[in-house]
T-cell receptor
């Protein structure tokens, strides 16, 4: 158990809908990262937050947004969902914001868009 | 062309075999290299981390980095059925605004049979 929690574990929804994925980092970790894992694209970095501020951005679609709250939990919002958004979404956390920090991954949320 | 290329396998070996997993990369800015292990339906977990060319050993695992060839490897000695998982290489750069962004390979599926 990495100490990172994600809810829900599974989500099934329809095209055009909006969903929110939630992540609680390990105790003491200030950075939260979101990744998307699909069969064709592999594990791809979406976005990083550090202590409430956006720190780095990857290939995140405009339909997706994220935020980190004062209690350091984070939410990833996915809107106008398309079939291609079906994937595993992982949250990771680390102590600080640097590129040498170990990232601890949560168990993931499996999103299925029908 | 992807920044990180990894042979997806699958790789099937008998128990006790030496396993070699490899990644090549094209971005010379990558300076930090990691290997993650991912069991089915779980989040990735960090196995090895290194930032210099050469070998780093941890138990049955050896990580090797050759920056001049842009090539990294993970060797598993005396492989066990419990090593059956997907192995992901990951990299981050040394500067710029990417902070904690990790770029992953596609992952290699390894099965060790008794």
């Amino acid at each position: 158990d990495s100490g990172v929690t994600q809810t829900p574990k599974h989500l099934i929804t329809a095209t055009g809908q909006r969903v929110t994925l939630r992540c609680s980092p390990r105790s003491g970790d200030l950075s939260v990262y979101w990744y998307q894992q699909s069969l064709d694209q592999g594990l791809q970095f979406l976005i990083q937050y550090y202590n409430g501020e956006e720190r780095a951005k990857g290939n995140i679609l405009e339909r997706f947004s994220a935020q980190q709250f004062p209690d350091l939990h984070s939410e990833l919002n996915l809107s106008s969902l398309e079939l291609g958004d079906s994937a595993l979404y992982f949250c990771a956390s680390s102590v600080a914001s640097g590129r040498t920090d170990t990232q601890y991954f949560g168990p993931g949320t499996r999103l299925t868009v029908l | 062309q992807k920044e990180v290329e990894q042979d997806p396998g699958p790789l099937s070996v008998p128990e006790g075999a030496i396993v070699s997993l490899n990644c090549t990369y094209s971005n010379s800015a990558f300076q930090y290299f990691m290997w993650y292990r991912q069991y089915s339906r779980k989040g990735p977990e960090l196995l090895m981390y290194t930032y210099s060319s050469g070998n780093k050993e941890d138990g049955r695992f050896t990580a090797q980095v050759d920056k001049s060839s842009k090539y990294i490897s993970l060797f598993i000695r005396d492989s066990q059925p419990s090593d059956s998982a997907t192995y992901l290489c990951a990299m981050s750069d040394a500067g710029g605004t990417s902070y904690g962004k990790l770029t992953f390979g596609q992952g290699t599926i390894l099965t060790v049979h008794p």
